[in-house]
């Protein structure tokens, strides 16, 4: 990537180690906290400002993307049900096919 991040924080968190809690136990005591800090940089634009719609009109593009091909497998099943074997309904045919859930929503702002 060229030029330097858009945003870096640094968070300081208080944590207890397998060490600590043991001597802990030890001694009697409680334990003590180390500090641990943790270093983020931002360099994509979409996490660094939250006013920028990228973000969601990308989710808006896959969920309608999902909701096409939802509409297509259903009117595949729709198709193979009512479709006439022997001039009887093929109601079997329902149990072949497999409709998986739609997750673009959280796909889109989990990848962004």
């Known amino acids: 990537m060229s ?3 858009w945003r870096s924080i640094t968070l300081v968190d208080l944590r207890y180690g397998d060490a600590c809690l043991k001597e802990a136990v030890q001694d009697g005591r409680r334990p003590h906290p180390t500090l641990v800090g943790r270093r983020t940089v ?3 634009w979409a996490r660094a400002d939250p006013c920028d719609r990228f973000v969601s009109r990308w989710a808006a593009i896959e969920e309608r993307r999902e909701r096409q091909l939802l509409r297509r497998s259903a009117g595949v099943i729709r198709q ?3 479709a006439r074997v022997d001039g009887r309904l093929a ?3 329902v149990e072949d096919f497999d409709v998986p859930p739609a997750t673009h929503r959280r796909s889109a702002i989990w990848l962004a």
């Open 91 to 93: 109601v079997e045919a």
């Open 42 to 44: 931002v360099y994509s």
């Open 80 to 82: 193979m049900v009512n």
């Open 3 to 5: 030029g330097g991040p």
